[in-house]
Each structure stands twice: as C-alpha cells, then as structure tokens.
C-alpha cells in the first residue's frame, strides 16, 4: 500500500523518528501504527545492543537542588557526539530526567533507570532514544547528597556538575559561599574535601612519589623521608579542597574563606561529575 506523507508526519509526531525512518517502518508493516512503534522501538534495542561497547563521552550534565536546599542530585546524559550533546531535545530530556531523580530522591542510579518519565520507565525512554538519534544514550552517572545545605552549580555548557554540602542551613551568604565552592571545585578538581578523607594507598603512593623523585635528584638518604613528607603536604595543599587557596582571593584558603563568613561553616562533602 502507498504510504502518505501525512502517515509518515503523524508517526514522526507520535515517536520523533526520523521521517525516512518513519516511512520505511510504515511501509514494511502496511501501515500499521502499533506496529511501525514496535518496530522503531525494537530498532532502538538494536542500536543499544549493537554500540554497548561504544564510547559515549558527550552529553550533558545537570545538578540539581531542592527548593529548601537539603537535597541535590547530578545527573549525566551521556552520548557519542557534540551534535547530539548541544541538540536542545537531548539537554531537556538530561534536566527532566534529573528534576524527576530529584523529586523521588533516587538512592542510586539503578532506581533512577527504574523510576518513569512521561508515563515510560527511564531505561525504556532511554532505549527508544537510541532508535531516534541513532547512537548509543545512557545515564552513566548519578549522585544523590543531602546535608543541612545543599548548592548546585552547572559548570562550562553542561560539561561539569557540582553539590556541594555545607554544614549550616543555608542563607543569603551561605548560598553564595556555596556557590563560590562549587565553583572552585568544578575548576580545581579536588581529590577530597580535607587530608583526612584522602585513602591511605594514594598517601602512600605521594609518599612512594617524593621518595624516588628526591633520590633521582641525587639527595642523602637520611633527608629523603623529611622530603618526601614536603612533598605530600604541598599535594594536600594543592588537591584537598579546604587548604586549596581560593580562586577568587589566592590570599586565604577555602577552609578560611568559609571561617570569615561564620566560624562554624565547614564543607562536609561535595560530589562532581564530569562527561569524559
């Protein structure tokens, strides 16, 4: 039977297929509706089964915070290409998909794929995206915090999410601190919040570092250990959040940029995501 272009545009409406792939699916079940759904629907499986081991390293990532700021979750939409990673469908499909994480206070990603999104559970509207776009799509990361206060920052076009955990309900100034945190963390990358949350074998691995890069430069053997200790304190100070100097005033550190505002405000955690 002749399919019509209005057949093929009111499918394209119905799934958001493609319109050549609208019309062949049309064509190869006579047109039948239902049918040309299952059968896009069973292309999406294909393409998920079929590029399971394809990198998918764009995407889109969005942090999200309660209105009370108690709760924060980071949510990332992964996929292969920019293309598909600045298409505006796909960044509003990543905020819904977090806004709803939020709302449920998903505990991991697992119950997140399971909860539902326009009446379709998450990992089922994932498969059926696939089979739209064409390429491998995957909430590959997600976090939940919680915590007296909670700041969300969405760095660099989508690129990087950030919560931060503070330890005071949060206020104007607060909020603010909290912001400038997150901020330093999206661009400074730190390892841990302070040295004590730092695992005992990357400590060691430092230490392993300074030892053999003092005995390459040729020092006595009784100094290597006091040089190598120099060397983990400079890495606590470069790579631990709170003794990292503050972007915005290199004069003090995060840990007493926070103690100016209030003396009891301290960062208890932070989560960031990153596409890569």
Do not use: W
């Not at 905020?95 to 991991?108: C, G, M, S, T, V």
């Not at 799509?137 to 999410?161: F, L, P």
């Not at 400074?188 to 949350?197: E, F, H, L």
């Amino acid at each position: 039977m002749a399919i019509t272009a209005a057949a093929v545009n009111e499918l394209r409406k119905m799934t958001g297929a493609g319109m050549m792939d609208c019309k062949k699916a049309l064509t190869e079940v006579g047109g039948d509706f239902e049918a040309a759904i299952d059968l896009l629907r069973k292309k999406g499986q294909k393409i998920s089964a079929n590029r399971a081991d394809r990198d998918a390293t764009e995407g889109a990532v969005i942090a999200l915070a309660s209105d009370d700021s108690t709760v924060g979750v980071i949510v990332r939409l992964s996929c292969e290409t920019d293309f598909v990673a600045k298409n505006a469908d796909f960044i509003a499909l990543a905020d819904n998909i977090a806004k709803i994480a939020l709302e449920n206070k998903a505990a991991d990603l697992d119950a997140l794929k399971a909860l539902s999104i326009d009446g379709q559970v998450i990992s089922e509207r994932l498969t059926e995206e696939m089979g739209k776009i064409g390429e491998k799509i995957d909430v590959s990361k997600y976090d939940i915090v919680s915590g007296a206060s909670v700041i969300n920052y969405i760095h660099a076009g989508n690129r990087i999410g950030v919560l931060v955990e503070l330890s005071l309900p949060t206020n104007d100034d607060i909020s603010a601190a909290g912001k400038d945190v997150a901020m330093q963390i999206a661009a400074m990358n730190p390892v841990s919040v302070g040295q004590d949350d730092i695992p005992a074998d990357v400590i060691e691995r430092e230490l392993e570092i300074g030892r053999e890069q003092a005995r390459a430069e040729g020092k006595p053997e009784q100094i290597i250990e006091k040089i190598a200790m120099g060397k983990l304190n400079k890495f606590y100070k470069e790579n631990t959040l709170t003794k990292q100097s503050f972007v915005k005033d290199t004069s003090v550190s995060v840990e007493g940029m926070l103690k100016g505002i209030d003396a009891d405000l301290k960062v208890s955690s932070f989560s960031r995501i990153a596409l890569g």
